[in-house]
Nanobody, 122 residues
Protein backbone atom coordinates (compact mmCIF):
# COMPACT_ATOMS: atom_id res chain seq x y z
CA UNK A 1 0.00 0.00 0.00
CA UNK A 2 2.73 2.45 0.98
CA UNK A 3 6.41 2.44 0.16
CA UNK A 4 9.02 4.42 2.06
CA UNK A 5 12.41 4.79 0.42
CA UNK A 6 15.50 6.46 1.88
CA UNK A 7 18.46 7.75 -0.07
CA UNK A 8 21.55 9.88 0.40
CA UNK A 9 23.67 7.77 2.69
CA UNK A 10 27.33 7.12 2.07
CA UNK A 11 30.88 7.44 3.33
CA UNK A 12 32.07 10.82 4.58
CA UNK A 13 35.00 12.08 6.60
CA UNK A 14 34.53 13.48 10.08
CA UNK A 15 33.41 17.08 9.87
CA UNK A 16 31.65 16.52 6.58
CA UNK A 17 27.98 16.70 5.67
CA UNK A 18 25.31 14.48 4.18
CA UNK A 19 21.68 15.05 3.28
CA UNK A 20 19.32 12.12 3.60
CA UNK A 21 16.00 12.00 1.78
CA UNK A 22 12.98 9.82 2.39
CA UNK A 23 10.00 9.64 0.07
CA UNK A 24 6.68 7.96 0.79
CA UNK A 25 4.40 6.84 -2.02
CA UNK A 26 1.29 4.76 -2.54
CA UNK A 27 -2.22 4.92 -1.11
CA UNK A 28 -1.60 8.09 0.88
CA UNK A 29 -4.31 10.50 1.96
CA UNK A 30 -1.92 12.50 4.12
CA UNK A 31 1.03 12.00 6.45
CA UNK A 32 1.19 13.03 10.08
CA UNK A 33 4.62 12.67 11.64
CA UNK A 34 7.73 11.68 9.72
CA UNK A 35 10.88 10.75 11.52
CA UNK A 36 14.44 9.52 11.34
CA UNK A 37 15.92 6.79 13.50
CA UNK A 38 19.33 5.16 13.44
CA UNK A 39 20.86 1.90 14.54
CA UNK A 40 24.56 1.49 15.09
CA UNK A 41 26.16 -1.97 15.19
CA UNK A 42 25.39 -3.72 18.45
CA UNK A 43 23.04 -0.98 19.61
CA UNK A 44 19.31 -0.46 19.72
CA UNK A 45 17.51 1.70 17.22
CA UNK A 46 17.23 5.25 18.51
CA UNK A 47 15.29 8.34 17.57
CA UNK A 48 17.23 11.06 15.73
CA UNK A 49 14.50 13.58 14.90
CA UNK A 50 10.88 13.86 13.89
CA UNK A 51 8.67 16.49 12.32
CA UNK A 52 4.89 16.85 12.13
CA UNK A 53 2.88 18.03 9.16
CA UNK A 54 2.81 21.54 10.58
CA UNK A 55 6.59 21.73 10.58
CA UNK A 56 7.23 21.37 14.31
CA UNK A 57 10.28 19.25 15.01
CA UNK A 58 12.16 17.55 17.81
CA UNK A 59 15.69 16.22 18.02
CA UNK A 60 17.76 13.88 20.09
CA UNK A 61 20.07 15.91 22.31
CA UNK A 62 23.13 14.41 20.65
CA UNK A 63 22.28 15.85 17.23
CA UNK A 64 20.77 19.22 18.10
CA UNK A 65 22.43 22.10 16.24
CA UNK A 66 24.27 19.79 13.83
CA UNK A 67 21.25 18.04 12.25
CA UNK A 68 18.18 19.65 10.67
CA UNK A 69 14.99 17.85 9.72
CA UNK A 70 12.61 19.29 7.14
CA UNK A 71 9.81 18.07 4.91
CA UNK A 72 8.00 18.80 1.69
CA UNK A 73 4.36 17.86 2.19
CA UNK A 74 3.60 18.15 -1.53
CA UNK A 75 6.20 15.47 -2.23
CA UNK A 76 5.57 13.36 0.89
CA UNK A 77 9.27 13.66 1.52
CA UNK A 78 11.34 14.27 4.64
CA UNK A 79 14.98 15.32 4.71
CA UNK A 80 17.76 15.14 7.26
CA UNK A 81 20.64 17.55 6.80
CA UNK A 82 23.60 16.32 8.82
CA UNK A 83 26.54 18.65 9.36
CA UNK A 84 29.81 18.28 11.23
CA UNK A 85 29.43 14.53 11.22
CA UNK A 86 31.30 12.46 13.77
CA UNK A 87 32.41 8.80 13.68
CA UNK A 88 29.83 8.00 16.37
CA UNK A 89 27.12 9.02 13.90
CA UNK A 90 27.92 5.92 11.86
CA UNK A 91 24.76 3.85 11.63
CA UNK A 92 21.96 2.69 9.39
CA UNK A 93 19.46 5.53 9.23
CA UNK A 94 15.79 4.62 8.94
CA UNK A 95 12.84 6.79 8.01
CA UNK A 96 9.27 6.29 9.09
CA UNK A 97 5.99 7.89 8.19
CA UNK A 98 2.64 7.86 10.01
CA UNK A 99 0.35 7.61 7.01
CA UNK A 100 -3.37 8.24 6.83
CA UNK A 101 -4.45 5.87 4.09
CA UNK A 102 -6.91 6.49 1.31
CA UNK A 103 -10.34 5.04 1.74
CA UNK A 104 -12.60 5.04 4.74
CA UNK A 105 -12.30 4.82 7.69
CA UNK A 106 -8.92 6.48 6.93
CA UNK A 107 -6.73 4.10 8.91
CA UNK A 108 -3.38 5.33 10.16
CA UNK A 109 -0.36 3.05 9.85
CA UNK A 110 3.35 3.56 10.46
CA UNK A 111 5.61 2.57 7.60
CA UNK A 112 9.38 2.13 7.65
CA UNK A 113 12.00 2.38 4.97
CA UNK A 114 14.74 -0.17 4.40
CA UNK A 115 17.46 2.09 5.79
CA UNK A 116 20.47 3.84 4.35
CA UNK A 117 24.02 3.39 5.61
CA UNK A 118 25.95 6.39 6.87
CA UNK A 119 29.61 5.83 7.61
CA UNK A 120 31.79 8.57 9.07
CA UNK A 121 35.53 7.99 8.99
CA UNK A 122 37.90 9.60 11.45
Amino acid sequence: QVQVVESGGGLVQAGGSLRLSCAASGSIFSINTMGWYRQAPGKQRELVAFINNGGSSNYADSVKVRFTISRDNNKNTVYLQMNNLKPENTAVYYCNADVILLGYPRPINRYWGQGTQVTVSS
